[in-house]
């Protein structure tokens, strides 16, 4: 549930500020957004043990006027947290690097976008693509009910199956959370980074849409979620 705190209990908020920090030293701080000045609009705080993200607003003068506390505990906040667009960073299986985001993006070999939204989670990239309902039951169990595809019809490498499962996110930051069992492999010990990306739009022509994607992900396992 958001918590609001307006300009006047700002007077409150070190000694809470000072219960928080020293509570856990995994506390991650993030700089989410900016003006074009480059000084910061958008800031946040995420503290894993109450499981809480705190979000600070500044004017374009420095001054902090806003503070929304979301605890990522109620399944209305952990579905605003993450709704947007994700990226496979990076998947380790039994310590070894299945694969890793490139840091130039190769447009001959895109990344699959995963995106979350209040009801849908949506799967698109080369020869893969997946819809699922999508239902956040609290703080880190969502349900997934669809299909997943991989390949073209008819090749022998064509794949699809039907998913009704209940899955676990490890958040972290506010760019990223680990999608637990994401590979449903249980004799493997599997960790799988996603990270939060934002995907401009450019419209080069008058009639024509291009999605300029960050980096490249690269997947060397043939079947994914």
């Keep these: 549930m958001t918590k609001h705190l307006p300009l006047q209990q700002f007077s409150f908020l070190t000694p809470l500020f000072i219960f928080i ?30 499981n809480v993200l705190e979000k600070h607003f500044y004017n374009a003068a420095g001054e902090m006027i806003h503070l929304e506390r979301d605890s990522l505990s109620y399944g209305y906040d952990f579905k605003h947290f993450m709704s947007g667009t994700w990226i496979i960073d990076k998947m380790t299986v039994d310590d070894e690097v299945m694969f890793e ?28 693509s997946a819809d699922y309902k999508i239902g956040y039951l609290d703080s880190n169990q969502v349900e997934l009910d669809g299909t997943w595809t991989y ?56 009639d024509t849409t291009q999605i300029d994607l960050p980096d490249t992900t690269q997947i060397t396992t043939e079947e994914t979620r």
């Design 21 to 50: 920090v020293s509570c856990g030293s995994d506390m991650v701080e993030d700089v989410v957004e900016t003006y074009d000045s480059g000084n910061k609009k958008v800031y946040v705080r995420y503290h894993p043990d109450p």
């Design 151 to 206: 390949g073209v019809e008819g090749e022998k490498t064509y794949r699809t199956q039907r998913i009704f499962d209940i899955d676990y996110i490890q958040i972290l930051s506010y760019y990223t959370f680990l999608w637990i069992d994401f590979l449903e492999d249980s004799e493997k010990e599997e960790e799988v980074l996603f990270r939060r990306i934002d995907i401009p739009i450019a419209i080069d022509l008058p």
């Design 101 to 128: 985001k490139d840091s130039v993006y190769n447009p001959d070999s895109p990344p699959n976008i995963y995106t979350f939204s209040n009801d849908k989670l949506l799967v698109s990239g080369p020869k893969y």
